[in-house]
């Protein structure tokens, strides 16, 4: 089970934070590293001091590199097992499209956990939740300057959208035990009404670092009273740390254990 497997890698490390794997070619391009050898030593480097990593398909994608994405999942599952992976791809469709999307992260690339967006309703999120063993992650507040012009609307119910995805997510949607939250460290408030709402459901945060997000108002929103129930994720924070071959690693791993501890701090 996924979330279980999340929680044993929180105990065991000591920490919520979660690394984003977002490969950018002109970022490497400007370090001078081939994308394997680099995805590898930032895996290597953090792998001590994360609850999870989180590759973005479509960096991948625009680099024609779903080879490498296999690979650095492969790798991780082998060398560093306790970690899970969350293949963050957003993805949302009608249910014939979302089983072929599910069989993509659960079956071709063996993620432990993937995220989706609910706008197209319940039915368009159970094949994914279906696997009974695999993490879904629901968008529901998302960390961009834009997310309120949907996801704030106040709905005929009297809740805002991002109040009713969380309700659903909880109440409805959740027959397997196997879904979470995406909620960004950029909205603070927003966090707190949905922690009241879902009750003890673990919650992605992304937002910290390049975005902004403060570590103090998001744990004070967020973190349940056991110490644990978020997974706060930083990609460009943490993975371009350094900006020669030779530190881009130690810089890497430096950053990750200031944010774990920064967040250690507050729980
Ligand atoms: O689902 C996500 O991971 C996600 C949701 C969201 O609301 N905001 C958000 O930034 N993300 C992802 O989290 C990562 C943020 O990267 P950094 O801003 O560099 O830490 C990117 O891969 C985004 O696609």
Known sequence: MFIQQLEHAQDKNQSLVCVGLDPNA???????????????AIVDATAAHVCAFKPQIAYFAALKAETELTQIIQYIQQNHPTVPVILDAKR???????????AEAFQRYQADAVTVNPYMGGDTIEPYSKFKDKGVVV??????????????LTLANGDTLFQTVAKKASQDWNHN??????????YPNELATIRQ????MP?????????????????KAGLRT????????SSR?????????????????????DLKNTINAFR
């Not at 002109?26 to 590898?40: A, F, I, N, Q």
């Not at 949302?92 to 599910?102: C, E, K, L, P």
């Open 237 to 257: 924070g943490i993975i371009y740390a350094g900006d020669k071959p030779e530190n881009y690693a130690a810089k890497a791993e430096q950053a990750c254990i």
């Open 197 to 200: 709402l879902v009750g003890d």
């Open 139 to 152: 968008l529901c507040k998302t960390s961009n300057a834009g997310s309120g012009e949907l996801q704030n």
């Open 26 to 40: 002109e970022k490497l391009s400007e370090l001078g590293v081939d994308l394997l050898p680099w995805l590898t």
């Open 92 to 102: 949302g469709d009608i249910g014939s499209t979302a089983d072929q999307y599910a």
């Open 226 to 233: 056991d110490g644990k129930g978020l997974i706060i994720s």
């Open 203 to 219: 919650l992605l945060i992304p937002g910290i670092g390049a975005q902004g997000g403060d570590v103090e108002a998001t744990l």
């Open 177 to 186: 035990h196997n879904l979470l939250l995406v909620v960004g460290a950029t």
